[in-house]
Structure formats: structure tokens, C-alpha cells
């Protein structure tokens, strides 16, 4: 089973910039989907960025431009979220999944395809 811990996320004014942390661990394959979603109050999860530990990032198209995903050299399995220009809009609970991935190719958009699940940290923008 691989686990997923979060780190990372608080409170930021506008036009800020935060980074968020995940490492998988646990029963990890040579290959791992690692992503962050993000979760409005009764909306469904989407999807920020992910990233497959052989190279391939996808990002969602809400957050296009402002995020970067990518690999944390100093940890295996672990990938740095950094996001820029935050808004109050941006305030929301970011998630952390991940799964192994047993094909070539970028993480896929879905929620559902994520097995492994953080507990989420909260982020909150002020005006």
C-alpha cells in the first residue's frame, strides 16, 4: 500500500506564493503517479498538477501558468508544488494522491484513478 504525506499550505495574501510537499511511500513501483487536486466547499475534487516519477506532468487548466510541478531531488518519490500570483478565489483544501503507475505516460486527470489520498492542508488567501 503506498502512503502520502502532505506538508506545506497556510495562509497568504494576495498575489502570494506558497509551495506544497508530498512523498509517497510505502509499497511504491519504479514508476508513481504523484498529483495535487484541490477541493471548493461541495464541489468535487480537480486536478492541479501531477506528475509521474519517469518525467511526465500534466496540469489542470484552471490553474495553467501559476502552478509548477516538480521533482523534490532530495526525497524519492516526492514532488514540490509551487504556486504563484494566489488569489482569495484560490482558497480552498489542497490534496495530495498518488498510486503506482504500471504504464508509460502523464498521470491521469480523474480523482477516482488515485488510490493513496493525504489528508489535505488548507490554503487560504486573504485580499
Known amino acids: 500500500q503506498v502512503q502520502v504525506e502532505e506538508s506545506g499550505g497556510g495562509s497568504v495574501q494576495a498575489g502570494g506564493s506558497l509551495r506544497l510537499s508530498c512523498a509517497a511511500s510505502?509499497?511504491?513501483?519504479?514508476?508513481?503517479?504523484i498529483a495535487w487536486f484541490r477541493q471548493f466547499p461541495g464541489k468535487a475534487r480537480e486536478l492541479l498538477a501531477g506528475f509521474s516519477t519517469d518525467g511526465d506532468i500534466v496540469y489542470g487548466d484552471s490553474v495553467r501558468g501559476r502552478v509548477t510541478i516538480s521533482q523534490d531531488d532530495n526525497a524519492k518519490n516526492s514532488v514540490l508544488l509551487q504556486m504563484n500570483g494566489l488569489q482569495p478565489e484560490d482558497t480552498a483544501t489542497y490534496y495530495c494522491?498518488?498510486?503506482?503507475?504500471?504504464?508509460?505516460?502523464?498521470?491521469?486527470?480523474?480523482?477516482?484513478?488515485?488510490?493513496?489520498w493525504g489528508q489535505g492542508t488548507q490554503v487560504t488567501v486573504s485580499s
Open positions: 510505502g509499497d511504491t513501483y519504479s514508476r508513481v503517479c
Open positions: 494522491a498518488a498510486f503506482n503507475q504500471y504504464y508509460y505516460g502523464p498521470c491521469p486527470l480523474a480523482p477516482s484513478s488515485y488510490k493513496s
